[in-house]
């Protein structure tokens, strides 16, 4: 099989390797050969670390190496059977280059594109042939992590849908289909993680460092909140929440964060400027944390238990919320958490766990105390606390 791959930065050379990987010939474009040669740089790296570790050998590292081929212009990508962009999130360009691209492609070829906020529709649009046009979201660094989000859009017809997921799973990966709305699955139903944990700062309630200890100790997640947004960039985050949230009409379950919106502003973006909720060293290590002084509470168990609770059944909503509104199967939300993002546990599975009549009751009570509407709780979680049914 042929891949194009447009955009060779972190995601796109990630897609290139996962691509070769599973024995495709892969064409990698970017317009700017300094770009192609960083690229082609970092891959030698990634792959001689592979064979220190034992993971392929000297032969496999070739072929990986010799199925991938560098190319400064579009229409090197006219052979290639399915083209994957992973270029700057702005629809004008996406569809620009797409334009350009179907010249040059044969008519049953599928143009894919791995945004993570962009409606798969807006950019289909702007091609003379729709049908072919697909959303396949990868996730950073594509080469480890395991799920890649399927989104057809309207136009996208059932054999291209059909092909995309065999491709994918063929390439190793978990395939999770959802509904072409705003965020897909992992995006949108993550957004609590962040939001609420934000929210129980600007509250007063705890320190940033008190809430990480909270999520990674009772919760078993790997990073607490706030050391994930610096290691996403709070820049790039802060422009994912901005975006979801408007791309739903303003839900208030997705407002953004002032607190976050000052840091993007001032520069602080975490790990990779040095600084952000946190401090660090030229290695990345945290060295103290922007707060001043450490809450009095930072080790109240019953806080710590409070804050826990308050981010998952947040999540939970979320998770029950997508389903309810048909974005993807619960098999596929649960996979999507924990492949997409690393949660210690599928987010409906979780509710299970912790009961039904607990969510609603948690919901209803954080409702009570606030009369927000991000406090609402989801239908269906009301509807299978009346049944008593769960999700699996």
Same mark, same amino acid.
């Given at each position: 099989?042929?891949?194009?791959?447009?955009?060779?930065?972190?995601?796109? $050379?990630?897609?290139?390797?996962?691509?070769?990987?599973?024995?495709? =010939?892969?064409?990698?474009?970017?317009?700017?050969?300094?770009?192609? #040669? *960083?690229?082609?740089?970092?891959?030698?790296?990634?792959?001689?670390?592979?064979?220190?570790?034992?993971?392929? #050998?000297?032969?496999?590292?070739?072929?990986?190496?010799?199925?991938?081929? %560098?190319?400064?212009?579009?229409? !090197?990508?006219?052979?290639?059977?399915?083209? =994957?962009?992973?270029?700057?999130?702005?629809?004008?360009?996406?569809? *620009?280059? +797409?334009?350009?691209?179907?010249?040059?492609? $044969?008519?049953?070829?599928?143009?894919?594109?791995?945004?993570?906020?962009?409606?798969?529709?807006?950019?289909?649009?702007?091609?003379? *042939?729709?049908?072919?046009?697909?959303?396949?979201?990868?996730? &950073?660094?594509?080469?480890?992590?395991?799920?890649?989000?399927?989104?057809?859009?309207?136009?996208?017809?059932?054999?291209?849908? &059909?092909?995309?997921?065999?491709?994918?799973?063929?390439?190793? *990966?978990?395939?999770?289909?959802?509904?072409?709305?705003?965020?897909?699955?992992?995006?949108?139903?993550?957004?609590?993680?962040?939001?609420?944990?934000?929210?129980?700062?600007?509250?007063?309630?705890?320190?940033?460092?008190?809430?990480? !200890?909270?999520?990674?100790?009772?919760?078993? +997640?790997?990073?607490?909140?706030?050391?994930?947004?610096?290691?996403?960039?709070?820049?790039?985050? %802060?422009?994912?929440?901005?975006?979801?949230?408007?791309?739903? %009409?303003?839900?208030?379950?997705?407002?953004?964060? +002032?607190?976050?919106?000052?840091?993007?502003?001032?520069?602080?973006?975490?790990?990779?400027?040095?600084?952000?909720?946190?401090?660090?060293?030229?290695?990345?290590?945290?060295?103290?944390?922007?707060?001043?002084?450490?809450?009095?509470?930072?080790?109240?168990?019953?806080?710590?238990?409070?804050?826990? #609770?308050?981010?998952?059944?947040?999540?939970?909503?979320?998770?029950?919320?997508?389903? +309810?509104?048909?974005?993807?199967?619960?098999?596929?939300?649960?996979?999507?958490?924990?492949?997409?993002?690393?949660?210690?546990?599928?987010?409906?599975?979780?509710?299970?766990?912790?009961?039904?009549?607990?969510?609603?009751?948690?919901?209803?009570?954080?409702?009570?105390?606030?009369?927000?509407?991000?406090?609402?709780?989801?239908?269906?979680?009301?509807?299978?606390?009346?049944?008593?049914?769960?999700?699996?």
């Amino acid at each position: 099989m042929k891949v194009g791959i447009i955009g060779s930065g972190t995601m796109g $050379s990630g897609i290139a390797q996962v691509a070769a990987t599973a024995g495709c =010939i892969v064409k990698l474009y970017d317009t700017k050969q300094v770009a192609l #040669d *960083k690229s082609k740089a970092a891959l030698e790296k990634i792959l001689n670390r592979l064979v220190e570790k034992g993971r392929i #050998d000297s032969t496999g590292k070739e072929r990986i190496q010799g199925n991938i081929s %560098y190319v400064d212009s579009l229409k !090197n990508l006219g052979d290639s059977d399915l083209t =994957i962009e992973a270029i700057v999130e702005n629809l004008d360009i996406k569809q *620009k280059v +797409f334009v350009e691209l179907e010249t040059y492609l $044969s008519d049953d070829a599928i143009i894919a594109s791995n945004t993570s906020s962009l409606s798969i529709a807006s950019i289909a649009s702007a091609l003379k *042939k729709p049908a072919r046009c697909i959303g396949i979201h990868f996730f &950073n660094p594509a080469p480890l992590m395991k799920l890649v989000e399927v989104i057809p859009a309207i136009q996208t017809s059932k054999e291209v849908l &059909n092909k995309t997921i065999k491709i994918i799973a063929d390439w190793k *990966k978990v395939v999770a289909v959802a509904k072409d709305t705003p965020g897909f699955i992992v995006n949108r139903v993550a957004r609590p993680f962040y939001g609420e944990s934000l929210r129980i700062y600007e509250e007063g309630l705890a320190d940033f460092a008190t809430i990480d !200890n909270a999520l990674k100790t009772l919760g078993g +997640f790997r990073m607490g909140p706030f050391e994930l947004m610096d290691f996403i960039g709070n820049d790039v985050n %802060y422009t994912v929440t901005e975006t979801v949230f408007t791309a739903f %009409y303003f839900d208030a379950r997705y407002k953004p964060s +002032f607190t976050q919106k000052r840091l993007s502003e001032a520069g602080y973006l975490g790990r990779k400027t040095g600084k952000g909720y946190y401090d660090y060293d030229e290695n990345g290590r945290v060295t103290s944390s922007l707060d001043i002084e450490r809450s009095r509470n930072a080790e109240d168990e019953k806080l710590s238990q409070q804050i826990f #609770d308050r981010v998952l059944v947040m999540l939970i909503n979320e998770a029950a919320d997508a389903l +309810f509104l048909n974005i993807a199967s619960a098999e596929d939300i649960d996979n999507a958490m924990t492949k997409g993002v690393n949660y210690p546990k599928g987010l409906l599975a979780w509710a299970n766990e912790k009961g039904i009549g607990w969510c609603v009751e948690t919901l209803d009570a954080l409702y009570d105390e606030y009369h927000e509407d991000r406090y609402r709780c989801s239908p269906l979680l009301r509807k299978m606390n009346r049944n008593k049914t769960k999700f699996f």
